[in-house]
């Protein structure tokens, strides 16, 4: 399945990238991203400046998506009630991926070439991002991505706001560990981030004392967890690490706890579980489990308060901020600093002054490195409550400089 939406990807990829030059024709006033105009053709024409919103507001990845898109249009309303960027207020377009790879990169292109958008931010599942990239690279455009990921990439066209790896997956098993858990099981959705993670995970494993008991994958938006659960049941693992994305966490979990298995007696580690996919699936099959991430609606700070009661205020009190969430928030404000310091719109320019640039996040204070474009973050383990908010059980204590291809871990030398 997923090699035949492999090559539709690359077809329509390959279709589309070959019509921006047609369709930069009909340019208005742009600000090009090279002198050349060789580059992304943005329209600073009017009063107003485009960004492309890209998020599955249909299909398995909605549960997640939706409120990513929800937090950056609060972002833009913000900094337009502020006076904008540059004296122009922002004007979002938004498309839906429809949690479908192929439709991402068409939208991708579509956003570029045809609404000359200034940035995109979006995608969640790395086969979105992975499918969107040639098209970014291609036309010279910016992505900010806000999700965590696998690590081991790196593109000049995208930023990075949620956590690599050993912001993330790393801190998680270094966590379990700690806890005296020499085993795990692994559980992930069946696409490029899953399986990357798990290599990962596995070669820590090797490094560190700890056993992996078993491996399975199933199908992205899958209902159907008996088998797995009754594997990893069999297996008798200290704790599962879960890689399940999009609404195949609410089937999971409720396999799990008809089996009989616990929190308190197999946890499980969950990394794209956040508070609103808490309150789909229901805290009657997640209270006491954990997950890794970032941030949390719980994070304390003044920034985080503000963020929470802007949210609420929008969109009702009785919906929860999250980390995917609250990482797509901060790109929009790290674009408008970048914009701002390079002085211009052109993409290389705001490229070139990325580097450095500070943001005092609801998750606490983050950095952009410039080279890598990722930026700094703090590691945090939260424990899932009856009320479905997560609380903190452990952090880094300081922000983690990214380190994408883990290049300072040495059992990851063989990785990538």
């Known amino acids: 399945m997923f090699s035949n939406r492999g090559r539709r990807t690359a077809a329509i990829v390959a279709a589309l990238t070959a019509t921006v030059v047609l369709t930069a024709c009909g340019a208005k006033t742009t600000d090009s991203a090279t002198a050349g105009g060789a580059g992304a053709a943005i329209d600073t024409s009017g009063s107003a400046i485009k960004v492309g919103l890209l998020n599955s507001l249909s299909g398995t990845m909605a549960i997640s998506e939706v409120t990513v898109k ?13 006076g904008g960027v540059l004296g122009k207020k922002i004007e979002p377009i938004s498309e839906d991926g429809a949690s479908d790879w192929p439709t991402f990169a068409e939208k991708s292109q579509k956003l570029i070439s045809e609404d000359k958008v200034a940035a995109v931010f979006g995608c969640w599942t790395s086969a979105s991002r992975k499918a969107v990239l040639p098209v970014f690279e291609k036309n010279k455009s910016l992505l900010f991505y806000p999700v965590q990921y696998e690590g ?34 692994l559980v992930g959705s069946d696409y490029v981030f899953p399986r990357t993670a798990n290599k990962i995970i596995k070669a820590y494993a090797e490094a ?90 719980t994070t304390e700070g003044a920034a985080n308060e503000k963020f929470v009661k802007a949210y609420k205020a929008k969109y009702g009190e009785d919906k929860p901020t999250s980390d995917p969430m609250e990482a797509a928030y901060v790109s929009v404000y790290l674009w408008k600093a970048m914009v701002e310091k390079a002085g211009s719109f052109d993409v290389e320019k705001v490229k070139a002054a990325a580097g450095g640039i500070t943001f005092d996040a609801p998750e606490g204070k983050v950095t952009v490195d410039g080279t890598t474009q990722h930026i700094s973050k703090t590691a945090r383990i939260g424990r899932i409550g009856d009320d479905g908010l997560i609380t903190e ?24």
């Open 152 to 185: 081991l990439e790196q593109s000049p066209y995208i930023f990075y706001t949620g956590a690599t790896t050993n912001q993330q997956i790393v801190p998680g098993l270094d966590y379990l560990k700690a806890q005296g858990k020499t085993s795990v099981y």
């Open 70 to 82: 929800n937090s950056l249009l609060l972002a833009v309303e913000e900094i337009n009630a502020a």
């Open 208 to 297: 560190n004392g700890m056993k992996v008991l078993g491996e399975d994958y199933a199908p992205l938006g899958s209902t159907e967890f008996s088998t797995i659960v009754n594997k990893v049941k069999a297996a008798g693992a200290a704790a599962v690490f879960n890689t399940l994305n999009g609404d195949s966490n609410v089937a999971f979990f409720k396999e799990y706890k008809a089996a009989g298995l616990t929190a308190g007696g197999m946890p499980v580690v969950s990394v794209s579980i956040a508070e609103e996919e808490v309150k789909s699936i229901g805290t009657q099959y997640l209270a006491g489990q954990l997950t890794a991430w970032n941030y949390y609606q």
């Open 393 to 416: 059980v452990w952090n880094s204590g300081q922000a983690i400089t990214p380190d994408p291809y883990l290049k300072g871990y040495p059992w990851a030398s063989g990785l990538s």
